[in-house]
Every structure is written in C-alpha cells, then in structure tokens.
C-alpha cells in the first residue's frame, strides 16, 4: 500500500517507510534513507550517510534493484551505529 501526500510519496511495502520527494527531504524524516539522481556520481559517497547516489551512472549504467539499496543502506547504518568519530551523524 502507497499514499502520496504533497510532493513526497510514502511506500508501505517494505519493512520501513519510504518517503520519495522530488526535493530535499524535511527534517520529520530524519533517520530515513535519502535516494538521489542527477547527480552524475559528482558528490561524495560518506560510507555511514543514509544518503546515496542510485544513478544509473553509479551502477555500470543499470538500475539498482531495491535489495542492493536495501543490503548497502543496512551496511551504512551498521558503519553509522559503530562508527568512528568524523563520520555523518
């Protein structure tokens, strides 16, 4: 089930919500996963962000599949709850 409200859209069918937004993410999401394009692959990747890049250009030119989001999200939360010090917070 999927309910769109304003400019962000909120995805039921995982075990966590999904707000898309064609613009920046409010702070009501904070600790959600922020997907981007149009980046090119220009900005950095912080390996603990809950921010990343799924551009075609960042993947051998091919969509990424919800699973490689979804394993390489839970690795940067595991980095964001261990982490050192210097990393996104």
């Not at 980046?39 to 912080?46: I, N």
Request: hydrophobic share 30%; aromatic share 8%; glycine share 8%.
């Amino acid at each position: 089930m999927a309910r769109q409200s304003g400019r962000s859209f909120d995805s039921r069918s995982t075990d966590r919500s999904l707000p898309l937004c064609l613009t920046r993410l409010e702070s009501k999401h904070r600790g959600s996963w922020h997907l981007y394009g149009h980046s090119h692959g220009r900005l950095p990747e912080v390996p603990n962000s809950l921010s990343m890049d799924v551009g075609v250009d960042t993947h051998d030119f091919r969509p990424w599949h919800f699973d490689e989001i979804k394993a390489a999200m839970n690795e940067r939360t595991r980095l964001r709850e261990e982490g050192p010090k210097g990393f996104a917070q």
